[in-house]
T-cell receptor
């Protein structure tokens, strides 16, 4: 079956702009998680959505937000971009119910903020 | 707090050598899961192995094996007869949380380079 799909794969923005990233989970998966990966901080958890509700949230400022639609697709938004937001943003999906936490990842969206 | 430590930043081996990647974790949860993921240059994190906190039996899966020891909070991963295609960044991760609301805490990763 199709894996996790993230769009766009690459994008360049300037400081102060906002960006929206999209993630389509594996068919049947109802949980979508987002992670930020940077050389300095490594992989950090942003938030997790399950059945259109945010179930978990990491330690990121309010500029980072997300949502999930009824078809389990998810978007994350970063407003007022800062240079430090340059990163690989990874989306992952899972069944979300009684599972072990194993996640299936997409290839990520690489954001560069100039 | 949950924490995963991968002390090895980079490892280089020659093809066909065995290589062990170290992972030490901290958690107060009694039920947790440990993972190893591989990240090739394409960026996607690929699941390799999983072990739950109740099962310390060590296993071998093809060229992969792991050594889980709760007494030392370690979850080491070994690749036998390494190949050039094994070159990637390897992440150890800890899944924690209650019920279904779990999240992963990752280590900082180990860059493995397998030389021909």
């Amino acid at each position: 079956k199709a894996g996790v799909t993230q769009t766009p794969r690459y994008l360049i923005k300037t400081r102060g702009q906002q960006v929206t990233l999209s993630c389509s989970p594996i068919s049947g998966h109802r949980s979508v998680s987002w992670y930020q990966q940077t050389p300095g901080q490594g992989l950090q958890f942003l938030f997790e959505y399950f059945s259109e509700t945010q179930r978990n949230k990491g330690n990121f400022p309010g500029r980072f937000s997300g949502r999930q639609f009824s078809n389990s697709r998810s978007e994350m938004n970063v407003s007022t971009l800062e240079l430090g937001d340059s990163a690989l943003y990874l989306c992952a999906s899972s069944s979300g119910q009684g599972d072990t936490g194993e996640l299936f990842f997409g290839e990520g969206s690489r954001l560069t903020v100039l | 707090a949950q924490k995963v430590t991968q002390a090895q930043t980079e490892i280089s081996v020659v093809e066909k050598e065995d290589v062990t990647l170290d992972c030490v974790y901290e958690t107060r949860d009694t039920t947790y899961y440990l993972f190893w993921y591989k990240q090739p240059p394409s960026g996607e994190l690929v699941f390799l192995i999983r072990r739950n906190s109740f099962d310390e039996q060590n296993e071998i899966s093809g060229r992969y094996s792991w050594n889980f020891q709760k007494s030392t909070s370690s979850f080491n991963f070994t690749i036998t007869a390494s190949q050039v295609v094994d070159s990637a960044v390897y992440f150890c991760a800890l899944s924690w949380g209650s019920g279904s609301a779990r999240q992963l805490t990752f280590g900082s990763g180990t860059q493995l380079t397998v030389l021909p």
